[in-house]
C-alpha cells in the first residue's frame, strides 16, 4: 500500500477542529483525516428514489377538467382574487 501526497481546500474552521482532534487523540492530521475518509466510503449510499405523489386533475387519459376555464379564471381559482 502506496502514501500519495495530495492537496486538498478544506474550511479553516474543519481543519482547525481536525487538528486540535489529532492533538487530543494523539494521533497525526493525516491519521484523523484517513479515518474520516474510510468512515464516510463505509457508509452505502442511499439508492432509496424518491416518489412524486400524483396530485393530477380528472381522470387518465379524460379530457382536460381545467381547459374550459381562461387564464384569468385559472388565476382567481388559485389566488382568491380576479387579475388588477
Not at 487538528?19 to 479515518?35: I, N, S, Y
Not at 405523489?53 to 384569468?72: F, I, K, N
Request: charged fraction near 35%; aromatic fraction near 4%.
Amino acid at each position: 500500500m502506496g502514501i500519495m501526497k495530495t492537496t486538498l481546500d478544506i474550511q479553516d474552521e474543519l481543519l482547525n477542529r481536525a487538528k486540535r482532534h489529532a492533538k487530543r487523540t494523539g494521533r497525526p492530521l493525516r491519521a484523523v483525516v484517513e479515518e474520516g475518509l474510510r468512515q464516510v466510503l463505509s457508509t452505502p449510499i442511499s439508492r432509496e428514489r424518491y416518489v412524486l405523489r400524483d396530485h393530477s386533475v380528472g381522470e387518465a387519459g379524460g379530457r382536460d377538467p381545467l381547459e374550459t376555464y381562461s387564464w384569468q379564471d385559472l388565476r382567481e381559482i388559485i389566488y382568491g382574487e380576479p387579475e388588477t
